[in-house]
Protein backbone atom coordinates (compact mmCIF):
# COMPACT_ATOMS: atom_id res chain seq x y z
CA UNK A 1 0.00 0.00 0.00
CA UNK A 2 1.05 3.36 -0.96
CA UNK A 3 1.98 6.27 1.85
CA UNK A 4 2.71 9.74 1.76
CA UNK A 5 6.07 8.49 4.16
CA UNK A 6 7.00 6.07 1.04
CA UNK A 7 6.98 9.44 -1.00
CA UNK A 8 8.98 11.12 1.08
CA UNK A 9 12.04 8.44 1.63
CA UNK A 10 11.97 8.06 -2.38
CA UNK A 11 12.36 12.08 -2.54
CA UNK A 12 15.14 12.03 -0.30
CA UNK A 13 16.91 8.46 -1.91
CA UNK A 14 16.73 10.42 -5.09
CA UNK A 15 18.19 13.77 -3.49
CA UNK A 16 21.12 12.23 -2.37
CA UNK A 17 21.58 10.53 -5.55
CA UNK A 18 22.02 13.67 -7.22
CA UNK A 19 23.80 14.94 -4.38
CA UNK A 20 26.12 12.31 -5.04
CA UNK A 21 26.52 12.71 -9.02
CA UNK A 22 26.92 16.37 -8.29
CA UNK A 23 29.95 15.81 -6.56
CA UNK A 24 31.66 13.16 -9.27
CA UNK A 25 30.85 15.88 -11.83
CA UNK A 26 32.65 18.79 -9.64
CA UNK A 27 35.10 16.03 -8.99
CA UNK A 28 34.42 17.52 -5.36
CA UNK A 29 37.34 14.82 -4.26
CA UNK A 30 39.95 14.43 -2.00
CA UNK A 31 42.78 12.14 -1.49
CA UNK A 32 43.45 10.11 1.87
CA UNK A 33 46.76 7.74 2.17
CA UNK A 34 47.28 5.20 4.76
CA UNK A 35 50.51 3.24 4.52
CA UNK A 36 50.93 -0.37 4.50
CA UNK A 37 53.72 -2.17 6.54
CA UNK A 38 56.08 -4.86 6.35
CA UNK A 39 55.49 -6.78 9.53
CA UNK A 40 58.92 -7.82 10.60
CA UNK A 41 60.56 -4.69 9.26
CA UNK A 42 58.32 -1.97 10.09
CA UNK A 43 59.29 -0.41 6.76
CA UNK A 44 56.34 0.83 4.56
CA UNK A 45 56.09 -1.08 1.46
CA UNK A 46 53.36 1.32 -0.26
CA UNK A 47 50.73 3.59 0.24
CA UNK A 48 47.32 3.06 -0.26
CA UNK A 49 45.47 6.09 -1.70
CA UNK A 50 42.07 6.54 -0.97
CA UNK A 51 38.93 8.57 -2.51
CA UNK A 52 37.15 10.55 -0.81
CA UNK A 53 33.89 12.88 -1.60
CA UNK A 54 32.48 15.87 -0.14
CA UNK A 55 28.71 17.26 -1.06
CA UNK A 56 28.00 21.04 -0.82
CA UNK A 57 26.80 20.66 2.93
CA UNK A 58 30.55 19.06 3.94
CA UNK A 59 29.03 15.32 4.19
CA UNK A 60 31.69 13.10 3.50
CA UNK A 61 30.92 10.69 0.41
CA UNK A 62 33.02 6.73 0.91
CA UNK A 63 34.28 5.17 -2.15
CA UNK A 64 31.22 2.76 -3.18
CA UNK A 65 28.88 5.13 -3.11
CA UNK A 66 31.04 7.58 -5.06
CA UNK A 67 31.84 4.82 -7.90
CA UNK A 68 28.58 3.32 -8.21
CA UNK A 69 27.31 7.11 -9.53
CA UNK A 70 30.34 6.87 -11.51
CA UNK A 71 29.87 3.89 -13.27
CA UNK A 72 25.83 4.95 -13.70
CA UNK A 73 26.95 8.42 -15.31
CA UNK A 74 29.56 6.76 -17.39
CA UNK A 75 32.50 8.84 -15.80
CA UNK A 76 34.15 6.47 -14.45
CA UNK A 77 37.25 7.28 -16.68
CA UNK A 78 37.62 11.28 -15.14
CA UNK A 79 37.31 9.79 -11.67
CA UNK A 80 40.43 7.25 -12.08
CA UNK A 81 42.18 9.96 -13.72
CA UNK A 82 41.68 12.44 -11.13
CA UNK A 83 42.82 9.70 -8.94
CA UNK A 84 45.51 8.59 -10.55
CA UNK A 85 47.17 12.36 -11.48
CA UNK A 86 47.16 13.07 -7.60
CA UNK A 87 47.99 10.00 -6.07
CA UNK A 88 50.82 10.15 -8.57
CA UNK A 89 51.69 13.52 -8.23
CA UNK A 90 52.06 12.71 -4.07
CA UNK A 91 54.44 9.68 -4.86
CA UNK A 92 56.42 11.83 -7.00
CA UNK A 93 56.90 14.42 -3.85
CA UNK A 94 58.01 11.55 -1.92
CA UNK A 95 60.58 10.45 -4.58
CA UNK A 96 62.03 14.34 -4.84
CA UNK A 97 62.88 13.88 -0.84
CA UNK A 98 64.36 9.99 -1.19
CA UNK A 99 61.40 8.11 0.02
CA UNK A 100 61.03 5.39 -2.75
CA UNK A 101 57.61 4.09 -1.64
CA UNK A 102 55.48 3.07 -4.22
CA UNK A 103 51.85 4.55 -4.35
CA UNK A 104 48.78 2.25 -5.09
CA UNK A 105 45.32 3.17 -6.53
CA UNK A 106 42.51 0.75 -6.76
CA UNK A 107 40.57 -0.60 -10.07
CA UNK A 108 37.50 -2.36 -10.59
CA UNK A 109 38.47 -5.46 -13.19
CA UNK A 110 35.74 -4.07 -15.74
CA UNK A 111 37.93 -1.12 -16.22
CA UNK A 112 41.13 -2.75 -16.13
CA UNK A 113 39.93 -5.12 -18.56
CA UNK A 114 39.41 -2.08 -21.04
CA UNK A 115 42.53 -2.25 -24.03
CA UNK A 116 43.33 0.99 -23.15
CA UNK A 117 43.91 0.90 -19.37
CA UNK A 118 47.23 -0.28 -18.64
CA UNK A 119 48.64 2.19 -21.51
CA UNK A 120 46.75 5.14 -19.53
CA UNK A 121 48.37 4.08 -16.27
CA UNK A 122 51.49 4.65 -18.52
CA UNK A 123 51.09 7.74 -19.91
CA UNK A 124 50.02 9.01 -16.35
CA UNK A 125 53.34 7.73 -14.94
CA UNK A 126 55.54 9.07 -17.63
CA UNK A 127 53.53 12.97 -17.01
CA UNK A 128 54.54 11.98 -13.31
CA UNK A 129 58.30 11.37 -14.13
CA UNK A 130 57.81 8.25 -12.43
CA UNK A 131 58.91 4.54 -13.16
CA UNK A 132 56.46 1.86 -13.39
CA UNK A 133 58.08 0.45 -9.70
CA UNK A 134 56.27 3.71 -8.23
CA UNK A 135 52.75 2.38 -9.37
CA UNK A 136 50.58 -0.69 -7.64
CA UNK A 137 47.40 -1.50 -8.65
CA UNK A 138 45.04 -2.94 -6.09
CA UNK A 139 42.38 -5.07 -8.19
CA UNK A 140 38.69 -5.42 -7.05
CA UNK A 141 36.54 -7.92 -8.37
CA UNK A 142 33.06 -5.87 -9.14
CA UNK A 143 30.04 -7.32 -10.02
CA UNK A 144 30.62 -6.64 -13.78
CA UNK A 145 33.18 -8.52 -13.41
CA UNK A 146 34.09 -9.29 -17.25
CA UNK A 147 36.18 -12.92 -18.54
CA UNK A 148 38.92 -13.68 -16.62
CA UNK A 149 40.97 -13.97 -20.11
CA UNK A 150 40.71 -9.63 -20.22
CA UNK A 151 41.93 -9.59 -16.72
CA UNK A 152 44.84 -11.89 -17.65
CA UNK A 153 46.02 -9.94 -20.29
CA UNK A 154 45.80 -6.68 -18.88
CA UNK A 155 47.99 -8.22 -15.95
CA UNK A 156 50.47 -9.14 -18.78
CA UNK A 157 50.52 -5.69 -20.06
CA UNK A 158 51.01 -4.73 -16.31
CA UNK A 159 54.10 -6.79 -15.79
CA UNK A 160 55.52 -4.92 -19.05
CA UNK A 161 55.43 -2.01 -17.54
CA UNK A 162 56.83 -3.15 -14.16
CA UNK A 163 53.33 -2.18 -12.02
CA UNK A 164 52.82 -4.45 -9.40
CA UNK A 165 49.19 -6.22 -8.90
CA UNK A 166 47.88 -6.45 -5.58
CA UNK A 167 44.16 -9.28 -5.83
CA UNK A 168 42.08 -7.18 -2.61
CA UNK A 169 40.05 -9.45 -0.61
CA UNK A 170 41.15 -13.09 -1.85
CA UNK A 171 39.95 -14.84 0.86
CA UNK A 172 35.96 -13.86 0.15
CA UNK A 173 36.26 -12.09 -3.64
CA UNK A 174 38.68 -14.49 -5.28
CA UNK A 175 39.19 -18.73 -5.99
CA UNK A 176 42.14 -20.32 -5.95
CA UNK A 177 41.78 -20.50 -9.57
CA UNK A 178 41.75 -17.07 -9.97
CA UNK A 179 45.03 -16.66 -7.97
CA UNK A 180 46.58 -19.45 -9.91
CA UNK A 181 45.72 -17.86 -13.41
CA UNK A 182 46.63 -14.15 -12.32
CA UNK A 183 49.29 -14.92 -10.36
CA UNK A 184 49.78 -11.49 -8.57
CA UNK A 185 52.65 -9.88 -6.66
CA UNK A 186 50.64 -9.72 -3.39
CA UNK A 187 47.08 -10.62 -1.92
CA UNK A 188 45.43 -9.34 0.64
CA UNK A 189 42.96 -10.80 3.30
CA UNK A 190 39.92 -9.37 5.03
CA UNK A 191 38.80 -9.20 8.52
CA UNK A 192 36.83 -12.45 7.95
CA UNK A 193 39.75 -14.37 7.46
CA UNK A 194 41.36 -13.05 10.78
CA UNK A 195 38.39 -14.27 12.60
CA UNK A 196 39.13 -16.41 16.46
CA UNK A 197 36.78 -19.45 14.57
CA UNK A 198 38.72 -22.73 13.64
CA UNK A 199 37.39 -22.44 9.85
CA UNK A 200 38.28 -18.89 9.34
CA UNK A 201 42.00 -19.93 10.60
CA UNK A 202 41.93 -22.79 8.32
CA UNK A 203 40.49 -20.48 5.09
CA UNK A 204 43.04 -18.07 5.64
CA UNK A 205 46.13 -20.29 6.73
CA UNK A 206 45.16 -22.37 3.33
CA UNK A 207 45.40 -19.19 1.25
CA UNK A 208 48.65 -17.77 2.89
CA UNK A 209 49.99 -20.89 1.76
CA UNK A 210 49.00 -20.63 -1.54
CA UNK A 211 50.09 -17.45 -2.33
CA UNK A 212 53.31 -18.05 -0.47
CA UNK A 213 53.91 -20.70 -3.07
CA UNK A 214 53.06 -18.50 -6.13
CA UNK A 215 55.66 -15.50 -4.89
CA UNK A 216 52.92 -13.46 -3.72
CA UNK A 217 52.83 -11.29 -0.29
CA UNK A 218 50.21 -11.29 1.86
CA UNK A 219 48.67 -8.57 3.49
CA UNK A 220 46.39 -8.26 6.48
CA UNK A 221 43.75 -5.32 6.33
CA UNK A 222 41.91 -3.31 8.64
CA UNK A 223 43.97 -4.70 11.29
CA UNK A 224 42.07 -2.27 13.70
CA UNK A 225 42.85 -4.55 17.20
CA UNK A 226 46.17 -5.96 18.98
CA UNK A 227 44.31 -9.57 18.41
CA UNK A 228 43.65 -8.86 14.92
CA UNK A 229 47.40 -7.81 14.44
CA UNK A 230 48.73 -11.04 16.42
CA UNK A 231 45.98 -13.07 14.35
CA UNK A 232 47.75 -12.00 11.38
CA UNK A 233 51.63 -12.74 12.26
CA UNK A 234 50.46 -16.36 13.41
CA UNK A 235 48.82 -16.89 9.92
CA UNK A 236 52.11 -15.84 8.28
CA UNK A 237 50.85 -12.68 6.67
CA UNK A 238 53.88 -10.85 5.56
CA UNK A 239 52.00 -6.96 5.54
CA UNK A 240 49.42 -5.43 7.53
CA UNK A 241 47.87 -2.41 7.50
CA UNK A 242 45.23 -1.12 9.63
CA UNK A 243 44.02 2.24 12.02
CA UNK A 244 46.18 0.17 14.95
CA UNK A 245 48.95 1.02 12.97
CA UNK A 246 48.79 4.03 11.32
CA UNK A 247 45.04 5.25 10.72
CA UNK A 248 44.07 6.95 6.96
CA UNK A 249 45.44 10.62 6.99
CA UNK A 250 46.16 13.34 4.45
CA UNK A 251 49.15 13.36 2.40
CA UNK A 252 50.48 16.33 5.17
CA UNK A 253 50.06 14.36 8.13
CA UNK A 254 52.08 11.15 6.65
CA UNK A 255 55.03 11.69 9.60
CA UNK A 256 58.27 10.45 7.10
CA UNK A 257 61.34 8.77 8.85
CA UNK A 258 63.53 6.84 7.02
CA UNK A 259 63.08 3.90 7.29
CA UNK A 260 59.90 3.85 9.07
CA UNK A 261 57.17 6.02 7.98
CA UNK A 262 54.21 6.92 9.57
CA UNK A 263 51.39 9.39 10.66
CA UNK A 264 51.22 12.24 13.07
CA UNK A 265 48.26 10.95 15.25
CA UNK A 266 48.47 9.83 18.76
CA UNK A 267 45.87 7.31 18.13
CA UNK A 268 47.89 5.34 16.47
CA UNK A 269 50.79 2.23 18.20
CA UNK A 270 53.42 2.20 15.60
CA UNK A 271 55.34 -1.28 15.51
CA UNK A 272 58.39 -1.54 17.14
CA UNK A 273 61.68 -0.85 15.26
CA UNK A 274 61.76 -4.50 14.19
CA UNK A 275 58.23 -4.88 13.70
CA UNK A 276 55.24 -6.79 14.83
CA UNK A 277 56.86 -9.56 15.52
CA UNK A 278 58.82 -7.88 18.24
CA UNK A 279 56.16 -5.94 19.41
CA UNK A 280 54.21 -8.33 21.33
CA UNK A 281 57.53 -10.26 22.37
CA UNK A 282 57.51 -10.17 26.42
CA UNK A 283 61.05 -8.84 26.52
CA UNK A 284 60.69 -5.95 23.71
CA UNK A 285 59.46 -2.78 25.08
CA UNK A 286 56.68 -1.02 21.99
CA UNK A 287 58.44 1.91 20.65
CA UNK A 288 55.87 4.54 20.07
CA UNK A 289 57.52 7.33 18.26
CA UNK A 290 53.59 8.51 17.12
CA UNK A 291 52.12 8.91 20.82
CA UNK A 292 55.84 11.04 21.59
CA UNK A 293 55.50 13.10 18.25
CA UNK A 294 51.94 13.53 18.91
CA UNK A 295 52.82 15.06 22.58
CA UNK A 296 55.38 16.99 21.38
CA UNK A 297 52.94 19.04 19.37
CA UNK A 298 51.32 19.60 22.48
CA UNK A 299 53.90 21.37 24.59
CA UNK A 300 55.40 25.44 23.55
CA UNK A 301 57.95 25.76 21.15
CA UNK A 302 61.41 26.43 22.17
CA UNK A 303 61.68 29.36 20.08
CA UNK A 304 65.61 28.30 19.78
CA UNK A 305 64.86 25.37 18.80
CA UNK A 306 64.85 24.31 15.13
CA UNK A 307 61.48 22.87 13.89
CA UNK A 308 61.38 19.34 13.08
CA UNK A 309 59.33 17.49 11.10
CA UNK A 310 55.97 18.45 10.99
CA UNK A 311 56.56 21.52 12.69
CA UNK A 312 57.96 19.80 16.05
CA UNK A 313 59.53 21.63 18.73
CA UNK A 314 62.45 19.74 18.91
CA UNK A 315 64.54 19.14 15.70
CA UNK A 316 64.59 15.36 13.99
CA UNK A 317 67.98 14.45 15.70
CA UNK A 318 65.95 14.44 19.20
CA UNK A 319 64.05 11.67 17.58
CA UNK A 320 66.10 9.41 16.55
CA UNK A 321 68.66 9.94 19.78
CA UNK A 322 65.59 8.74 21.40
CA UNK A 323 64.83 6.00 19.61
CA UNK A 324 68.33 4.47 19.53
CA UNK A 325 68.53 4.99 23.30
Keep these: MFTPEMAQRALTLSEAVAQRAQVVLEQSFRLDFQPVYDLHSARAQRVEALLRGFTPLGQTLRPRALLRVAEATGRMPEVTHWVLEHALAEAAAWRREGHLVPVSVNL ?9 S ?22 NRDSSAPDLAEVESARSRLREHKIALVLENADTDWSMADLHSLSPDEVTLSQSSLASDGAA ?4 SALVDAAT ?15 L ?16 LAPECEPGLLEWRTPHLTSRDGRARPLTGRGAVDTFHTCTPTFSYAERAFAETRRSRDPSSPLGPGGFSRPRSHFDAAEES
Aim: with cysteine.
Design 108 to 116: GCSELALTS
Design 118 to 139: VAVLARSLDRAGLPGQALVVEL
Design 201 to 204: TTVG
Design 213 to 227: DLGARVTAKHLDTDA
Design 229 to 244: LRRAVRLGCAGGQGSL
